[in-house]
């Protein structure tokens, strides 16, 4: 690290800054990606949802899951990540429950709203969602996206990784990315952006 360099998070806020998938943390240059983060072009990311953690002697960042597990009851709303989509179906990694992070993740599955024609998506891997928990049905978690509270939270463009920004909002909403001009549509929610004041982390 260089004379001039600055540390990106600050030694007093290293227990009380918050993370979600796909934040910026530092630079290679600054640090090496410790658990929870990934590199990717030299920028450290977070992978999952959790606190920040930095050795500064090692150099080291890395992210922090809490240790309490609650339980999933019917009418939670849970905030997750699409990971892959089987039909139109989103398998869904859920990572807090009612506003709090948890310290392992459930596998879930989200259902449209609808009934989806060819081609058309809701949600794609890599989203981030909040749901409503609808069913415990077979010992799988159901989510449900119905309502303007509900859907997708963020969003990053699929040519080039940006996140992306809502040219209007509605139930069937075109999301736009500011850096590549790339357009697509997802069932957005009401706090689309709001990831970290949904989390109490702003």
């Known amino acids: 690290m260089t004379k001039n360099s600055k540390t990106r998070i600050p030694q007093q806020e290293e227990s009380s800054n ?14 090496c990606p410790g658990d929870g983060v990934l590199c990717i072009d030299g920028i450290l990311r977070a992978e999952v949802l959790g606190r920040i953690k930095i050795d500064f002697s090692e150099r080291v960042i890395s992210i922090a899951r809490f240790k309490e597990l609650p339980i999933v009851k019917v009418g939670d709303e849970v905030i997750g990540r699409i990971t892959e989509l089987t039909g139109v179906y989103g398998v869904t990694k859920v990572e807090a429950i009612n506003g709090k992070l948890i310290d392992r993740v459930f596998t879930a599955v989200t259902y449209p709203t609808r009934h989806l024609k060819e081609n058309e998506k809701q949600y794609k891997p890599g989203d ?11 010992r799988m978690i159901h989510l449900s996206i119905k309502g303007s509270k509900y859907g997708v939270i963020q969003a990053r463009c699929s040519v080039c990784g940006s996140i992306l920004t809502p040219l209007r909002k509605g139930v069937e909403s075109t999301l736009s990315c500011k850096r590549c001009g790339n ?20």
């Open 18 to 31: 918050f993370a979600y998938p796909g934040k910026r943390l530092a630079v290679i240059e600054e640090y």
């Open 183 to 202: 357009k697509e549509k997802r069932k957005i929610s009401d706090l689309y952006g709001s990831l970290e004041k949904i989390l109490g982390t702003s």
């Open 128 to 138: 981030i969602i909040i749901a409503i928990v609808e069913s415990l049905k077979n």
